[in-house]
């Protein structure tokens, strides 16, 4: 398998923690989001991902993109070890969980729109602060009710069982902490950060870990 990464995009975290935990190797393509005006719109890339985005996931002939997609194509081809519950009410809930994040805080914060605010919409500095934080904060809040409710035991989203829940939240709490989002509302939120951290799926394929991980810290 080849994936096509950046060692910043939280979609692509998620796809790098699901291959690291299933324990399948990958050969990794980094493409720079921003180097030149952004790799991923150079027409090579584009010839694979139309949208020119990261992640994408190649095996034999067959080109994945979108990487709650690619997660669940994972699942099917290598159940073990698993990512989603075997009850059909608990796999709903954990979808609807990384959903919340991969379709409802993602998509309004991330370089495209964050970029289009600016150039195209003329936002200004704090006003584009204001906007991200206003969207992941009515996220996370939203999170923090939904899995903090009575009877949730951790360590993780569901109790013991990690998921795609989990795999989803790590990366966005990381981009909440580079925007200067104050965290502290939300502990179990931090707390189930900790727990996934405490894994190698999550550190080793971590931002800082990667390579194509900038020796200087990146703008």
């Not at 990384?98 to 309004?108: G, R």
């Not at 704090?126 to 923090?144: F, V």
């Amino acid at each position: 398998m080849e994936l096509y990464s950046y060692f910043r995009s939280s979609a692509a975290w998620r796809v790098r923690i699901a291959l690291a935990y299933k324990g399948l190797r990958v050969d990794l393509h980094p493409v720079h989001l921003l180097r030149g005006g952004g790799e991923q719109y150079e027409a090579g890339y584009r010839a694979l991902n139309p949208l020119g985005v990261v992640p994408t996931l190649i095996e034999g002939s067959r080109v994945f993109t979108q990487s709650l997609a690619i997660l669940e194509y994972l699942e099917d081809l290598h159940p073990e070890p698993a990512l989603l519950p075997s009850d059909p009410a608990d796999r709903a809930h954990a979808r609807a969980l990384a959903l919340v994040i991969a379709c409802d805080i993602h998509p309004l914060n991330n370089l495209r729109v964050l970029r289009y605010l600016e150039t195209t919409l003329g936002v200004g500095a704090r006003e584009r602060e204001a906007w991200y934080h206003n969207w992941i904060t009515l996220g996370l809040k939203a999170l923090e009710i939904e899995i903090a409710r009575p009877g949730w035991r951790g360590p993780f989203c569901l109790d013991a069982q990690l998921t795609f829940a989990d795999i989803c939240l790590i990366p966005q709490l990381y981009n909440a902490r580079r925007f200067g989002v104050d965290l502290l509302p939300y502990p179990t939120l931090v707390g189930i950060e900790q727990a996934c951290l405490a894994l190698p799926a999550f550190t080793e394929t971590a931002p800082g870990n990667q390579p194509d991980t900038p020796r200087e810290p990146a703008p």
